[in-house]
């Protein structure tokens, strides 16, 4: 059956069971959680939900829905993700009609046009300007997942973005807690106003842009338009390649039609672990947080941690002790598996787990002796959707453009702004990036190389194969921290909604400091600083959207995480 067909009797039934039924209707969630009986989409902005939940209704897949739901974060969190960013996405589909069993990883990640010694040889800046944006993915990865994975067309995908970008967005305190630091930048120094003008017409509504705003982006539609009628493509052979090209090099970059016509979105095997009878899949490297989340679960296993347990000192002592080894391996030896050796297998070998496990003690330790030794020679903004569909088939996506507008390099013609990826490698060796971590001459740029990254995006099957829960977050390495603690409380007892906005903490190796956020008593974080632990305090670690089997029937329990001020849609 060729695709037009298959899309056209999916769509077609569809809509019969739209008409006849309550059943096929979207209905979004009173709050940042809900319940439903059938189907889910849990993102980060209201309108992102419907959208994925709109093509649920008309019996498309997790795929189509979770398709449909990026390209529509690309219009209403401008910020955090978009088509001139990369990502990442898990796929389980258990029972898909059009597909039977599938169990993948898309890694449509980034990559470098620029050789390892770029930013050391030219000083150029790996955050601001067109230095820093590396080729961007994200249209590759979507066009591919759906023509492989997913029943609909682009056409029928795209529809709700493209509406999005004709009625606009209403601003949220989420989008203006981003602008407003922003719009400081660009007052200090006018001449990012001409250098920027789309991020400082558009988004930032020059300077004016508070909650309540609407925003409209009639630019990105015309990108879209291209998107459907060209695909990839349109993001290389077409005008839209010719100014993206031209955005970076007038801005202080240098990459080629060429870069963007070479680029390909890659099919890896996740990673695949049995932890406390339940099988987790994960994204495998260049993200580092698949394996770095399931080295900190099994130490905390072997340790028998128990979020909300009397002792709450000591299980957040073992905590922070589990995540220091994991985050120590992730700064060594992490990296994209197509450039360096990565020795997965070492770091999660059960004998070295039991290792780090017996190291952890009543008090913090020297830095230096956390992770694992010898496993190789040592050389030296952000969006998540989780999606679960009436076949009962998951996908767990992270996007991201890295911090907030990526660049700020716009393509105005087309309505987004470029990544600032490359601040992802290790641009100067020994030198922390903009979310403090210090990472490994493994992670150095080279061309057509992917940085390492924290997206975390994650589903838990049990026993027999069925998702009990797919999670993810936006928040740079707080991303890996925040997605394991609420899928913690998942497991642990709480409903989605709680588990979600339960307080965390957070900790990265380096700097050495245990970061909480608002929740915990003076006494607790008193008790573990008499431990040897340095206490700061943290925000948000991580905004996490997850989808539950409800433990109390059928149905999902869905949560968008309260700090970023999503809510979930699903079907009945």
């Not at 898309?106 to 590396?134: C, H, L, M, Q």
């Not at 989340?293 to 099994?298: D, V």
Request: aromatic share 6%; proline share 5%; charged share 20%.
């Amino acid at each position: 059956m060729n695709t037009f067909l298959r899309t056209a009797i999916v769509l077609l039934l569809g809509m019969l069971c739209v008409a006849c039924s309550p059943a096929g209707r979207v209905r979004h969630a009173n709050g940042f959680s809900d319940s439903f009986r059938s189907a889910a989409v849990a993102a980060d902005h209201p309108i992102a939900s419907d959208a994925g939940a709109q093509m649920l209704a008309m019996g498309g897949n997790a795929v189509d829905a979770a398709v449909a739901a990026s390209f529509t974060l690309s219009v209403v969190r401008p910020y955090s993700c978009g088509i001139g960013g990369g990502g990442f996405m898990v796929i389980n589909l258990p029972d898909d009609p059009t597909h039977g069993f599938v169990r993948t990883a898309i890694n449509y990640r980034e990559t470098s046009p620029y050789d390892a010694d770029y930013y050391e040889r030219t000083g150029a800046s790996s955050t601001v300007g067109g230095s820093a944006v590396a080729i961007p993915g994200t249209v590759a990865g979507l066009v591919y997942a759906l023509e492989h994975y997913g029943t609909m067309d682009l056409k029928t995908v795209l529809e709700p973005a493209k509406k999005a970008c004709i009625r606009g967005f209403v601003v949220d305190e989420h989008y203006a807690d981003n602008a407003r630091e922003l719009i400081e930048r660009f007052s200090d120094d006018p001449g990012m106003k001409t250098r920027f003008p789309l991020v400082w017409n558009t988004y930032l509504a020059q300077g004016t842009i508070g909650v309540g705003d609407r925003v409209h982006n009639i630019g990105q539609l015309k990108a879209l338009n291209w998107i459907e009628s060209f695909g990839q493509e349109a993001f290389a052979e077409h005008r839209m390649g010719g100014a993206v090209v031209d955005a970076v090099r007038s801005t202080g970059g240098s990459i080629r039609v060429a870069d963007l016509l070479a680029y390909r979105p890659a099919e890896l095997e996740p990673v695949v672990a049995e932890i406390g009878g339940r099988i987790y899949l994960c994204m495998p490297p260049p993200s580092s947080g698949g394996v770095t989340m399931i080295e900190c679960l099994k130490i905390l296993e072997q340790l028998k941690y128990q979020h909300g347990a009397p002792d709450e000192e000591e299980q957040l002592h073992r905590l922070a002790e589990a995540l220091k080894h994991a985050f120590a391996d992730r700064s060594r030896y992490l990296g994209d598996p197509a450039f360096v050796e990565v020795p997965t297998d070492r770091m999660l070998d059960d004998e070295n787990i039991e290792r780090m496990t017996k190291m952890i003690d009543d008090r913090a330790h020297a830095s230096s002796s956390y992770g694992t030794h010898d496993a190789l020679p040592i050389d030296g903004g952000t969006s998540h959707v989780s999606v679960v569909d009436a076949w009962g088939g998951a996908v767990a996506m992270t996007e991201t453009i890295n911090l907030g507008f990526g660049s700020l390099v716009g393509v105005d013609e087309f309505g987004f702004v470029l990544n600032n990826e490359m601040d992802d490698f290790t641009t100067v060796r020994g030198k922390a990036n903009a979310f403090g971590l210090v990472q490994s001459e493994r992670n150095m740029p080279a061309v057509g190389k992917h940085p390492l990254s924290s997206m975390s995006p994650t589903i838990v099957l049990d026993a027999d194969g069925r998702v009990l829960l797919v999670a993810g977050a936006s928040g740079g390495p707080r991303i890996i921290t925040g997605t394991m603690q609420a899928i913690i409380h998942a497991i642990g007892g709480m409903d989605a909604g709680n588990a979600v906005a339960s307080p965390r903490v957070h900790h990265q190796w380096l700097p050495d400091r245990l970061e909480f956020e608002d929740g915990f008593s003076k006494e607790i974080r008193g008790a573990l600083e008499e431990r040897g632990h340095s206490i700061g305090d943290r925000d948000a670690v991580g905004n996490v959207q997850l989808i539950q089997r409800d433990p109390g029937g059928g149905g999902w329990l869905a949560a968008s995480d309260p700090r970023k001020g999503g809510t979930p849609a699903g079907i009945d």
